[in-house]
Nanobody
Framework: QVQLVESGGGLVQPGGSLRLSCAASGIIFSRYIMGWYRQAPGMQRELVASIYSSGHLTNYKDSVKGRFTISRDDAKNTVYLQMNSLKPEDTATYYC?????????WGQGTIVTVSS
């Protein structure tokens, strides 16, 4: 059974930083492109960043380029999202999943709230 467990969210002021983690089990993690997704209230879930299995190729949504950094540690079956210069519009529940995502892999997510 695949399990993806996100952590690291919280309340942060605009301009602040957070580091999200996603620990995976039940999959051969190193084989897959992994992604961070987010869903704001009333909005559809969207892909924020992805990282190839090699770790050398990453892609980002335009609005987070230069502020967010995705990374992975295949030895720990973990993918990270470093978020800097956070803005109120980054407020959302953040999830990790494969890319493309699988419906049966979604976890509970971690909530990020950017507010003063």
């Amino acid at each position: 059974q695949v399990q993806l467990v996100e952590s690291g969210g919280g309340l942060v002021q605009p301009g602040g930083s957070l580091r999200l983690s996603c620990a995976a089990s039940g999959i051969i993690f190193s084989r897959y492109i992994m992604g961070w997704y987010r869903q704001a209230p009333g909005m559809q879930r969207e892909l924020v960043a992805s990282i190839y299995s090699s770790g050398h190729l990453t892609n980002y949504k335009d609005s987070v380029k230069g502020r967010f950094t995705i990374s992975r540690d295949d030895a720990k079956n973990t993918v990270y999202l470093q978020m800097n210069s956070l803005k109120p519009e980054d407020t959302a529940t953040y999830y990790c999943n494969r890319y493309p995502s699988r419906d049966d892999y979604w976890g509970q997510g971690t909530i990020v709230t950017v507010s003063s």
